[in-house]
């Protein structure tokens, strides 16, 4: 007789005690909740309420602020559908992978159940065998002509019995090739909780070094607003110093002309004659002085320089 297993109607009850309790129905927790059964069973009711769950109609959420959705969707909108794709990417290969894993435990345990079924027979087959071998002990004792067929059936009942103590030891392997399949699939469920905690991991460096490089460019700014500033005080130097070359150039040329007209004036006061000779000449000397003297008191005029 088969022996009684866990319900789908167990399952789902587990499932909605959990979620009432705010508590996340991972297949693990309704495992722990039951207590016991079979895990390819439990997975295969708890993938069933999963999807039945999701056909569900969604619960009505009130209208979200139109501003908050305008100053975060355009930023959240592209990371949330990056990592939505990754995320479902991993949870299929996983689900597909847990499912190969389920079905081949489950194929295990019904050809353990069926050697099981097969040895109760046997057994029952050994009675009766055991059985009809007494009563045909009694026969032969009466009847020798039958010993030789006696002894050919109570070969094949040992056979019988061999090939059965065979079968209980595949029995015995075969549970442990399905503690093996539970233990790997603790092992990807530990693995897949691994995963979401680097990636969380990630998102936190990621967050950092946006911090930094904002910071970068701020100095950044900085630092060209300020070479700026020290351009445009260069500029200005630039120009002060061109005005004061032109201005010095000009003194030299005003000076030139007039030592110019100083020798004008000098050749004029000569041919006009011994009668103011000598005090045009005292006159000339002084004015000529006098001219030389303004020359000299002005800076003498610097060349430009070539750019």
């Given at each position: 007789?088969a ?17 009432a ?25 708890w ?7 999701q056909k ?6 009130s209208?979200?602020?139109?501003r908050?959705?305008?100053a975060?969707?355009a ?13 479902e990417?991993?949870?299929a ?7 190969a ?21 046997v057994?029952?087959d ?7 071998a ?5 026969e ?11 002894q ?6 040992r ?11 595949a ?26 905690k ?12 946006e911090?930094?490089?904002q ?17 445009q005080?260069l500029t200005?130097v630039h120009a ?6 032109d201005?010095l ?16 004036l000098?050749?004029?006061?000569e ?7 000598a ?29």
């Amino acid at each position: 007789m088969a022996r009684p297993g866990i319900t789908y109607e167990q399952v789902a009850a587990v499932a909605e005690a959990l979620v009432a309790q705010q508590l996340k129905p991972t297949l693990t927790a309704v495992r722990e909740r039951l207590g016991s059964g079979s895990m390819n069973t439990i997975h295969r009711y708890w993938s069933t309420w999963q999807e039945q769950q999701q056909k569900r109609p969604p619960r009505k959420l009130s209208e979200p602020n139109s501003r908050l959705l305008a100053a975060l969707g355009a930023e959240l909108s592209k990371v949330a559908e990056e990592a939505a794709a990754e995320a479902e990417a991993a949870l299929a290969q996983a689900m597909n992978e847990l499912a190969a894993m389920a079905a081949n435990g489950e194929a295990l345990e019904k050809e353990r159940d069926d050697l099981a079924q097969q040895l109760l027979e046997v057994t029952t087959d050994r009675d009766t065998v055991a059985g009809r071998a007494n009563e045909q002990a009694d026969e032969i004792e009466r009847l020798q002509q039958g010993a030789g067929r006696q002894q050919e059936e109570l070969a094949r009942v040992r056979r019988a019995l061999a090939q059965a103590e065979l079968r209980l030891e595949a029995v015995s392997r075969l549970e442990d090739e399905l503690a093996a399949v539970r233990g790997q699939l603790a092992s990807e469920q530990a693995s897949r909780a691994a995963a979401d905690k680097a990636a969380a991991v990630a998102e936190a460096q990621r967050a950092a070094e946006e911090a930094a490089r904002q910071r970068a460019e701020a100095r950044l700014s900085g630092a060209e607003t300020r070479e700026g500033q020290a351009r445009q005080e260069l500029t200005e130097v630039h120009a002060a110093h061109q005005s004061t070359r032109d201005k010095l150039i000009e003194a030299v040329s005003l000076a030139a002309e007039a030592q110019a007209e100083l020798r004008v004036l000098r050749a004029h006061l000569e041919a006009e004659g011994a009668e103011t000779g000598a005090v045009g000449s005292q006159q000339l000397d002084e004015a000529s002085a006098n001219a030389m003297g303004a020359d000299e008191s002005k800076p003498p005029a610097r060349p430009r320089r070539r750019r």
